[in-house]
Structure formats: C-alpha cells, structure tokens
C-alpha cells in the first residue's frame, strides 16, 4: 500500500485538493496527517480535519491521523465515542502519548490503530495481543526522521519489521518526496537514514524489496509529476519506469522496439539486465557503432559482430569494459540508476527515451 502526507499548518486550499486527487488517481492509497490542537486554535484546526477526512471519504482513500489522548479531548471524542471518527471519514488514528496496551487493545475493535513501531518493545506486543485485540487492525508505524544522521539504521529497522511480523501485524515506513521538503529543516521526513535523499519511487520499492514493509507513505508533502508517473505505471502494471538518452555518438537508428515495454529474462545476470524479447525484433542488420567503454546505467545492443546475439538489448547494472559487438546507444538518467537493481526475472520496464 501507498500513502502520502497533507499537513493541516493552513486551510486546503484548490491546489491542495488538485494534488490529492492526482495522487488517488497515481495510484495512492492513503494519506495521512498529523494534528496536535492548541487549545487557542481548537476550532481552526479541527474544521481543517474535518474538510480533510470528508474529501479522504469521497475519493475513498485511508485517512490515518497522529493523535494523543489528550488531542482527541480536544475534539469532544472519548473511547465510547470513537466510531465518530470513522462517520466523519477518519480511517484509523497513529497513536502518539497516553495510550495503555489496555486502551490499544480495546480500540482495535473499533478503529484501525497504528502503534509506534520504532519505540515499541516486543511485551508490549504480547501484552497487547493477550489483551484480545483484533491484530488486523494494528499496524506497527514507524516514525519519520526529520535531522540527518538520526534516522533509523538497517540492522535495527530490519530486526523491528521482523519482530512486528513474527505476530502478525503489517509495518509501516517512510520515505522522503521530492523537494521542496517540508521545513523547518528542509532535508525530507524518512524513516531509515539509508534512504534519506533517494528518489522516492526508488526508495519506496527498497522498503518494499529490501526492508519487508507492508505500506509505504511519503513523509514530505510534495510528489513531482514525473515521480508520480513512475508510481502509477507501477501500481497500474507492475512496470518500473526508466528515463533515458540517446549517446550523441550513437549512429544507428533508433529502432522502434527500444520504446517498447521490455522483459527481464527469467535468468537473472549480475552485470546486465537482459531484454527477454528484443532480439526477436531485428529485422535489419545492426552495425558496429560507438562500441565504447560500458559504464552503469550505459544501454546497449549487440551489433552483427556477435552473431546469433545480434539485437540483444541491455541495461548495464556494473562498469564493463568496451566491446566490439556491443554498441552503447544511451544511458539511464542517474537519478533512475538506483531501479536497476528492481529490474529482476521477468520484470517489465519502460525506458521513455528524452
């Protein structure tokens, strides 16, 4: 699952609802947003809420909100009432201070929860679940990190997502937008360190492929048009989208096949990825041509010189030496380099060539 950020510091404005509805229809699932009232702005803030969790329920999207105990007094909402939450289009609440394992326990009955997963220890878990509560409900949320250097390590990221599946419950990360960041730091809102300045399409299938997350939300409130084509090819069609350009030195036509939606070959090689079809669709001899030092993220095709190879179409994943047989036609844009390690068997992909 995918989520975002909207932040209620000022009233929604047009351009804000635009954004979200281009979201829902990019392929997001969730958004989420944090409130804490000051009691000289209950009013304020609470009508900002409400406009939110209505328009969330609209376009059916999962509207999570961090609140503490003391938050949700501030609204008129109780335990006994909490289900007003939901009417109002509120699908579940980030818990923050004031919280018992008891009260947790009790509201997953009624409401979906998301516990701090960075800051849980595991006899609150179990001390949870003997309670009764209903784990489908309970999500283990990780917390972002707004300073560098004080987001999460692996090894500690990836032991917590372990523990919070070995019972049953989803985890929950995330990664940073696109710039402009929300401040007051401006350097994005990840959870694990590792990640913070990643594109977010990249980082958000490292969570997903590396780390064993369930959902991933973005933590800045900002989403640029062309990461969010890169999200809605993939939540379409499962085809990760590469951006690239033609080497200037490259003399051959630029063949039709190559703007195609390609597929990884089921064998999956450590210094390429291999187009599965490619060569299939030669049907002019190919010449030797800016056959040149391979580079990471360099694409090429096999030219006559390699015989029965001839068409074969790669993306290069390590720096290889130059070839006769092989021409160099472009390179990936470096900012798309980090998706090459995603492209695995039987994978598609789409270059859109610049």
Sequence with gaps: MLGFSVYLNNDLTSEDIAYIRKMKQGGFQGVFTSIQIPEENQRKYFKRLQNLASLCKKLQLDLMVDMSLYSLQNID????????????????????DGFSNEIISELSHKIQLGINAST????????????????ANITAWHNYYPRPYTGLGENYFKQKNYLFHQYGLKVQAFVAGNEPYRGPLYQGLPTLEELRGEQPFAASLAMFNQYNVDQVYLGDPYLSNRSLEQFAYYTDNEIILLHGSYDRNYQSAKDLYLQEIQTCRPDISEYVVRSQFAREKITEEIEPSNQVVRNKGSITI???????????????KKDLPSDPSVNVIGSIASEDIP????????????IQWR
Excluded: M, P, T
Aim: glycine content about 10%.
């Design 120 to 135: 849980i220890e595991e006899n609150d878990i179990k001390e949870i679940i003997a309670k009764g509560a209903e784990k």
């Design 77 to 96: 909402i109780n335990l006994d009432n909490i289900e007003y939450l939901v009417q109002w289009g509120i699908s579940g609440i980030r818990l923050d």
């Design 302 to 316: 096999d030219n006559h010189l390699a015989g029965r190879y001839e068409g074969e179409f790669e993306i290069v």
């Design 339 to 350: 998706l090459i390690q995603f492209i695995g068997s039987k994978q598609k992909y789409l």
